[in-house]
Structure formats: structure tokens, C-alpha cells
């Protein structure tokens, strides 16, 4: 199952490992290119579960997300950038 980052699989050794039965079967919610393209091999692979890039979305995701803003914009308004809570790391890419 892959629902981080989409170069953390190697799609060609995937698709490989699923047509000859390596792996039994694999759930793809990230891809190396998105969308994923029309002529992808994973379309053909009968043992994949391909979700809409949103499986890290559970019922409470928009709940932790506001929380998470409205903590931010309380330390914003207070002391600008500096003291935020969940910021990416561009140097890292997440």
C-alpha cells in the first residue's frame, strides 16, 4: 500500500512484481506522475486497487485540519512565522 509520496515506489519494478505474482496485489493512492497517465501499465494490472489520491482522509481529517489552522492563526496573529505548528519542509519536499 502506498499512500505517501509517489517516488517512493518504483513503478516499472511494481508493475513487474505484479504480473508475474511476486506480491499478491497492491492499493496505489500516489503515482510518480499525476495524474496517472492514460498509458500506464498499472491500468493493466488486475491486482491493483487504485484510489483517487485521498486515502489520507479518514472522517476526521477536516476536524484536525481546521484545529490545526486555528492554532496557526492564533500564533500567527502573535508572533508571525515563527512559532507554526505542522509547516513543510521545502528543503526536504514535504
Known sequence: MNIGRGLTVKETDLVQALKEKMIAGAVLDVFEKEPLTENSEIWDCE?????PHCADQDTDHCLRA???FGKNLERYVKDGTKNL???????LGY
Request: hydrophobic fraction near 55%; charged fraction near 20%; charge should be negative.
Open 47 to 51: 491486482n491493483v486497487l487504485i484510489t
Open 66 to 68: 481546521m484545529e490545526i
Open 85 to 91: 505548528i505542522n509547516v513543510i519542509d521545502k528543503q
